[in-house]
């Protein structure tokens, strides 16, 4: 009797658990007192060079040899354009792999070189979002600067955001940036 009564028990649990909704491994069900909003939203990371320029600093894409400082700046966004509030920035240089800071053999790389793999991506920097390190600032960046350059090349650059609130982390566009003869 027992037996039967433990079998009937059995057989009208996998009937009732058979008819809820599926739901991933980890994930409550909507209305769920468990159910937790999303971590985080896809964002927008922009990359931008500024120099002091006539006056003010201005937005740049190359500089004459021996001029600078030079600031790189992070922009990161949600796509609704809402600025990060918290996160790091680590700022990126292509690569050839050489000694960094040897002017008679710069390792500096254009951007297509790390595309294309004669290159790789070395770190430069890391900057906390929302420090007051930069010229033309706005909330959601972060900036590194750099000192002038003495030789003509062209420098690829890119930052990684480590996003620390609602916007995911990701990596900027690659961009070139030209330092030439005056």
């Known amino acids: 009797m027992y037996r039967l009564i433990a079998l009937a028990f059995c057989a009208c649990s996998i009937v009732a658990c058979s008819s809820q909704s599926p739901v991933s491994p980890g994930v409550a069900a909507a209305g769920s007192l468990d159910a937790?909003?999303?971590?985080?939203?896809?964002?927008?990371?922009d990359l931008t060079f500024w120099a002091w320029v006539n006056g003010s600093y201005q937005e740049v894409s190359s500089?004459?040899?021996?001029?600078?400082?030079?600031?790189?700046?992070?922009?990161?966004t949600d796509l609704s354009g809402n600025p990060a509030t918290s996160g790091?920035?680590?700022?990126?240089y292509c690569s050839y792999g050489g000694r960094p800071n040897d002017i008679t053999n710069a390792d500096e790389a254009p951007k297509e070189a790390c595309e294309q793999g004669q290159a790789k991506w070395a770190r430069l920097?890391?900057?906390?979002?929302?420090?007051?390190?930069?010229?033309?600032?706005i909330n959601g960046s972060a900036c590194h600067g750099m000192d002038f350059v003495r030789i003509p090349r062209t420098i690829g650059f890119r930052f990684?955001?480590?996003?620390?609130?609602?916007?995911?982390?990701?990596?900027?566009?690659?961009?070139?940036?030209?330092?030439?003869?005056?």
């Open 125 to 137: 920097a890391s900057r906390t979002v929302d420090t007051p390190s930069c010229p033309a600032a």
């Open 160 to 182: 990684k955001y480590a996003g620390k609130g609602s916007i995911a982390s990701g990596t900027s566009a690659a961009k070139n940036f030209v330092w030439v003869q005056p």
């Open 88 to 92: 790091t920035v680590t700022f990126e």
């Open 36 to 45: 937790k909003p999303s971590a985080t939203v896809p964002g927008v990371y």
């Open 63 to 76: 500089l004459p040899v021996g001029t600078g400082p030079l600031f790189f700046k992070a922009q990161v």
